[in-house]
């Protein structure tokens, strides 16, 4: 069974549509209007081999935080939506990231109790046109729509691009791993009975 969904939310500050594969190859579409987000998306979609597509008109007059936020809930919801009941997926999924000289942590529950644990503090206010502290509230927003339970840590580092790059690639990657399929159950890997 495709494990695909398509989102959209519009609003009076931005209108979203996202399609998102979970077992993809990293192909992806991505134009948010913001560049360096639009990096940051295509490496998190790239290194968790998801296919995603994603457009956004967003109020960037005003700034950057609703395009960035709300994008966040829409993937967020693609996410929900693609994984189902979570029957026969492995639920955990985490990466110790290296990139340059910074390590990122990120770990992730499919568990269906949203919450996010950040750690990562930015020398810089600005990455581009991002707001770094859009950071936090992007993976808050998946944390919540996604109803999933993520921790991210900058272990080190130095380079603020290298810092948000790493948090992004290393929540693919843990993405990846929590929604792998695991061939040795059939039901939501829980003692609850459901997740």
């Known amino acids: ?64 935080h609703h395009t960035i936020e709300d994008t966040g809930i829409v993937i967020g919801q ?7 009941d979570k029957a026969g997926i492995k639920r955990f999924g985490h990466m110790i990231l290296p990139m340059d000289e910074t390590l990122a942590l990120c770990a992730v529950d499919l568990s269906g109790r949203p919450y996010l644990k950040y750690d990562a503090e930015f020398t810089v206010e ?4 991002l707001d770094t502290e859009m950071i936090k509230e992007f993976f808050y927003a998946i944390s919540y729509s ?3 339970n993520i921790h991210l840590k900058i272990m080190d580092g130095e380079n603020n691009h290298h810092m948000a790059e790493a948090l992004f690639k290393s929540f693919g990657k843990a993405l990846d791993m929590a929604t792998m399929r695991e061939p040795r159950i059939d039901e939501a890997w829980t003692t609850k009975g459901s997740l």
């Open 78 to 84: 693609a996410i929900l939506e693609a994984v189902g």
């Open 146 to 148: 996604a109803m999933m």
């Open 1 to 64: 069974m495709a494990r695909i969904a398509t989102k959209k939310r519009t609003t009076k500050e931005t209108d979203i549509e996202v399609t998102l594969n979970l077992d993809g190859t990293g192909n992806n579409q991505i134009d948010t209007g913001i560049g360096f987000f639009d990096h940051m998306l295509d490496g998190m979609a790239r290194h968790g081999l998801f296919d995603l597509t994603v457009k956004v008109n967003g109020d960037l007059d005003v700034d950057c």
């Open 126 to 129: 600005n990455i581009g046109e």
